[in-house]
């Protein structure tokens, strides 16, 4: 139903910036939530940063300051600008979008992006 693609992802040394994209494409009516997930090694898939439609965001705590989260509504396209990268913020990034399903709601993954921050 939505197709996610993501780019952006590399190898970044510590204190560098990467930025992130993901274009969403297939029968899309409407948008409720786009965001980023991260997975590390042997942890969960935690959440890193959302956007609404109405344009109200929130970040984990951890990369309050750091990241930004961004859209483009015209491109269905989200963006994470990652600045000041930590030895910590390696992971997997996930991109997520949330549609209207019924009376609730459906969410859809990207394949994923390695992001590995070296020292």
């Known amino acids: 139903q939505v197709q996610l693609v993501e780019s952006g992802g590399g190898l970044v040394q510590a204190g560098g910036s990467l930025r992130l994209s993901c274009a969403a494409s297939?029968?899309?009516?409407?948008?409720?939530?786009m965001g980023w997930y991260r997975q590390a090694p042997g942890k969960q898939r935690d959440l890193v940063a959302a956007?609404?439609?109405?344009?109200?965001?929130s970040y984990a705590d951890s990369v309050k300051g750091r990241f930004a989260i961004s859209r483009d509504n015209a491109k269905n396209t989200v963006y994470l600008q990652m600045n000041s990268l930590k030895l910590e913020d390696t992971a997997v990034y996930y991109c997520t979008v949330r549609v209207p399903n019924g009376l609730g709601s459906l969410g859809s993954w990207g394949q994923g992006t390695q992001v590995t921050v070296s020292s």
């Open positions: 297939g029968s899309i009516s409407r948008i409720l939530v």
């Open positions: 956007i609404t439609s109405g344009g109200s965001t």
